[in-house]
């Protein structure tokens, strides 16, 4: 998946200690492995994005497991405490363990 297929976007600064929404959207076809061809009744096999990951500053800070009833382009958000200015970094994992993912800097200021 080209770079352009994930996004990621947190708030450009963020005061230390309050809590902030991280929001992400995925472009991806999610086939499911049940649907298959009137044609020729062959089964489109399954291929989906079975886990996200979320890390901060290097650190693991989330992690869901996704099934084959999640929609095509899934968005997710989950919200984070900033401790310090640094990396936020979201992974998605498809059947085939091929592994994309975006990053984007956050800022940290004190209050």
Do not use: C
Not at 4 to 17: A, F, K, N, S, T
Not at 60 to 75: K, L
């Amino acid at each position: 998946m080209a770079a352009g297929d994930r996004r990621i976007r947190v708030p450009e600064q963020v005061r230390r200690g309050e809590i902030f929404e991280v929001r992400t959207l995925a472009r991806h076809a999610m086939e499911p492995g049940v649907r298959f061809s009137t044609d020729n009744i062959v089964v489109y096999p399954r291929h989906i994005l079975q886990e996200v990951l979320a890390f901060y500053n290097g650190n693991q800070v989330f992690r869901a497991e996704w099934f084959s009833s999640v929609s095509a382009n899934p968005y997710l958000s989950f919200h984070l405490k900033a401790v310090e200015s640094g990396e936020i970094e979201v992974v998605w994992v498809s059947d085939y363990n091929v592994r994309t993912r975006a990053r984007t800097a956050i800022r940290v200021i004190d209050a």
